[in-house]
C-alpha cells in the first residue's frame, strides 16, 4: 500500500536554529514528492516539489528538501527558522502511473512547527 | 484569476440534512480533486476528477457525490449527512494530475 509517513507530531526550534521537518515515503513507482504548509484557518500553500533531477530541491520561503531515494525519505529543512514559520506542514507522494491520469496524492498527517523568539 | 474558490466558508448542518458544498477555479484545470482534513490524519482524498464527465472514488467516498459538468466547477453534495461528516473540506486543482495541487480556502463543515 502506498503510505507517507511523518513521525514527528510537533517540531519546536528557537528562532535563527536550523529546522527540519521529516518525511517517509512508500510508492510502487517513481514518486512525486510535495511538502504544502497550512496557517491556521487557511488553506494549504505549495512550497517544493521533486519530480526529477537533483536530490537537493529549492522553495518557497527558503525552504528547501532532500530527495533520498534508497532511504525513501523527502525531508524538509531550512537554515535558519523564524517565528513566522510556525505552521502546520504536510508531506505528500503522488505516485504516477504510466501514462494514465489517475495519480492520487496522498498526505501524511502533517507536522506542526513551533519556532520560538 | 481567483484561483480556487469554495463556498460556504462555514456551514452547520443536522443529521440527516443534505447540502452541497462548491468548488471553482478559473485556471482551465482538467484535474479536480476533494479532500477532508481531520486532527492527526492529514488529508484524505474523498473523490477526483480527471476532466468534465469523468470521477472515480478516493479513499473516503462514502456519503458523499460528486459530478463535473464543467471544467471550471466540480461539487460536492452530502445527501443524508451525518456527525462523522464533521470536518474541514478542501477542493484542488491542477492541470493534469502529475502537476502541482492549488487548494481552495475550505469549507468548515459540523453535523449535530
Known amino acids: 500500500a502506498q503510505s507517507v509517513a511523518q513521525p514527528e507530531d510537533q517540531v519546536n526550534v528557537a528562532e535563527g536554529n536550523p529546522l527540519t521537518v521529516k518525511c517517509t515515503y512508500s510508492?510502487?513507482?517513481?514518486?512525486?514528492l510535495f511538502w504544502y504548509v497550512q496557517y491556521p484557518n487557511r488553506g494549504l500553500q505549495f512550497l517544493l516539489k521533486y519530480i526529477t533531477g537533483d536530490n537537493l530541491v529549492k522553495g518557497s520561503y527558503g525552504f528547501e528538501a532532500e530527495f533520498n531515494k534508497s532511504q525513501t525519505s523527502f525531508h524538509l529543512k531550512k537554515p535558519s527558522a523564524l517565528v513566522s514559520d510556525s505552521a502546520l506542514y504536510f508531506c505528500a507522494v503522488r505516485a504516477f502511473h504510466g501514462s494514465g491520469n489517475t495519480g492520487k496524492l496522498i498526505f501524511g498527517q502533517g507536522t506542526t512547527l513551533q519556532v520560538k523568539p | 484569476n481567483a484561483g480556487v474558490t469554495q463556498t460556504p466558508k462555514f456551514q452547520v448542518l443536522k443529521t440527516g440534512q443534505s447540502m452541497t458544498l462548491q468548488c471553482a477555479q478559473d485556471?482551465?484545470?482538467?484535474?479536480m480533486s476533494w479532500y477532508r482534513q481531520d486532527p492527526g490524519m492529514g488529508l484524505r482524498l474523498i473523490h477526483y476528477s480527471v476532466g468534465a464527465g469523468i470521477t472515480d472514488q478516493g479513499e473516503v467516498p462514502n456519503g458523499y457525490n460528486v459530478s463535473r459538468s464543467t471544467t471550471e466547477d466540480f461539487p460536492l453534495r452530502l445527501l443524508s449527512a451525518a456527525p462523522s461528516q464533521t470536518s474541514v473540506y478542501f477542493c484542488?486543482?491542477?492541470?493534469?494530475?502529475?502537476?502541482?495541487?492549488?487548494f481552495g480556502p475550505g469549507t468548515r463543515l459540523t453535523v449535530l
Open positions: 510508492v510502487s513507482g517513481n514518486p512525486y
Open positions: 484542488a486543482s491542477s492541470p493534469t494530475s502529475a502537476t502541482t495541487q492549488y
Open positions: 485556471m482551465n484545470h482538467e484535474y
